[in-house]
């Protein structure tokens, strides 16, 4: 089984950026736990900052993965590209937030992506990548 976890733009700062929000743990931390809880699972990892790289790696490994779990960050707010990709490829995409994304912002309390995934997890910190893999 093959799952590959994107992360989208600011989270290349986790363990650093509002660590009262995102916590103390840089996500390459996190990420060896994650490979090491679950050696028969194949976990790959790509994170970028822009939009149209999240939309070429979806489109890559979209008809190939057993499953995607996608933290979009902000673009999960704003972007019908990203959407649109969702809806395109073969793949099933768990999206995933860190934080509890109804407890923010308020316009951070509407998902452009939610409607083209397979479920959401938000609000369980780092740990919401694990139950995304368990989902699969």
Known sequence: MNIIIINGPNLNLLGQREPDIYGHTPFDDYLENLRARYPLIEI???????EGELIDKLQQVGFSADGIILN?????????????CISSIASPVVEVHISNIHQREPFRHQSLLSAVCRGVIAGFGLDGYRLAVEAR
């Open 44 to 50: 790959d990892y790509f994170q970028s900052n822009i």
């Open 72 to 84: 979009a960050g902000g673009y999960t707010h704003t972007s019908v590209a990203l959407r649109d």
